[in-house]
C-alpha cells in the first residue's frame, strides 16, 4: 500500500493536507506547524517517505486499546522519522491533539486549520492498514 500526504495550507499553527492510498483520495490531514529548530510536541515532521508499523506497546497503545477494542491491534508507527520518536497517525481535530503525529478526518476547516469526523476517518484508514500488513505487504507513506 502507498499512501500520499500533500500538504495544502499551513496557518502558522497547524497543517491542513490530503491524504490518497493507492492514489485515490481518503481522508484529510492535520499536523503541526513548520518550526526550525524542532519544538517538541509542536513541530510537523519532515518531508520523506516513511515505511508504516504498527507498535503494540506504549500509553497510547493501552489508551486506544481500552477505546476500539479486539479491532485495534497496534498504534500506526511511522519508522524512522529523523530528530522524531514514536511518530504516530491517530485521532484527533485540532493542533493541540497532534503532538509532532499525522490526525486523520473526513472533513477540514481551512479557515481555523482543524479536522473534523476523524475516528470514522482514522477507523476506515486504520482497517485498511492493519489488513494489507497482516498480509505481510508494506505500507509506505509520502509526505510532501
Not at 493507492?22 to 490531514?29: A, H, I, K, M
Not at 477505546?67 to 511511522?78: E, S, V
Not at 514514536?86 to 486523520?104: A, P, R
Request: charged residues 20%; proline residues 2%; contains cysteine.
Amino acid at each position: 500500500m502507498y499512501m500520499q500526504l500533500v500538504r495544502l495550507k499551513d496557518n502558522g499553527s497547524s497543517t491542513i493536507g490530503t491524504l490518497s492510498v493507492d492514489g485515490e483520495f481518503n481522508c484529510f490531514t492535520l499536523e503541526d506547524t513548520h518550526n526550525e529548530p524542532k519544538i517538541f510536541g509542536k513541530t510537523r515532521i519532515p518531508t520523506g517517505e516513511y515505511e508504516i508499523a504498527l507498535r503494540g506497546e506504549g500509553g497510547m497503545t493501552k489508551k486506544y486499546a481500552s477505546k476500539y477494542g479486539n479491532a485495534h491491534k497496534g498504534m500506526l508507527w511511522l519508522q524512522n522519522v529523523e530528530n522524531f520518536e514514536w511518530v504516530y497517525i491517530h485521532v484527533g481535530n485540532y493542533s493541540k491533539d497532534t503532538d509532532g503525529c499525522i490526525l486523520v478526518g473526513n472533513g477540514a476547516d481551512v479557515s481555523n486549520g482543524s479536522i473534523s469526523q476523524s475516528r470514522a476517518a482514522y477507523l476506515a484508514l486504520y482497517t485498511k492498514i492493519t489488513d494489507t500488513l497482516e498480509a505481510g505487504e508494506p505500507v509506505t507513506i509520502q509526505v510532501i
